[in-house]
């Protein structure tokens, strides 16, 4: 395939894929559209040890493709009742890919609130199950807009999840199973894995300066001397998304206009 034949959205999906890959057999949870093709395209690709779910009480041999579906197209390969579900969780067999409203530098995560905390702008989801998430499992995080009202300065709104912040670690401790990964953004991939898990510049998607992205965060990030070009997604991974995960496209309306993944080709 041509060198610009991949959109934002397959960009985005197979940079998150990534952070499955050398995680062997754990329960892959995406939330939201983006990080469940992303789930898929890791076991297809090349984690299948991966354990998936159809989104509702199965563990399936197969990734199911998002959208309308016949009862035919799910192939069950056991029952994931909630109990087998907190099992992984609590027993840290599981990495999720999910979707939070802010982020800071610390890698405390917001889904909450938005705005003072005794007079907020806005009421979100609530915590959900971000505060187990966070003490108990490997995490990671995609966000669609890459802008300082999504990686804040400071810390975020609503303090939701644990981060690398001592100052809000029982007894000063770092909780033991504190592990977050990646960010996954439009404009680049992160990680923690700057000194004293500060965020870090890990990738920059095609096109895209390092100058950019911080720009466009909230907080100072790490670089390194070298940054590399996030890779595109391979034909093989590009034929999945299209004819086996993402059959109906959905994936074109994550980003304003379906984009391409190289920036240069807009």
Known sequence: ???????LAELCISACAEVWRDDGEVLATGITLIPRLAAGLAKLSFNPALMMTDAEVYLVEEPVAVGPRAAAAIRPEGWMSY?????NIYGGKRHALVVPVQ?????QTNISTIGERGRPKAALLGVRGYPGNSINHPNSYFLPSHDPRALVAGE??????????PARWPDGKQPPWLDLRRIVTNLAVLDFEGAGHAVRVRSLHPGVTVDEVQAATGFPLERPAEIP???AP???QLQLIRETLDPRGLRA???????PGVRSAS
Request: glycine share 8%; charged share 20%.
């Open 229 to 231: 070009t996030t890779p």
């Open 253 to 259: 309306t994550v980003f304003k206009g379906d984009p």
């Open 1 to 7: 395939m041509a060198a610009h034949d991949f959109t």
């Open 103 to 107: 982020i800071d530098r610390f890698g």
């Open 83 to 87: 109990a087998r579900t907190f099992d």
């Open 156 to 165: 975020v709104d609503f303090v939701c999840s644990v981060g690398y912040n």
């Open 234 to 236: 391979t034909a093989e």
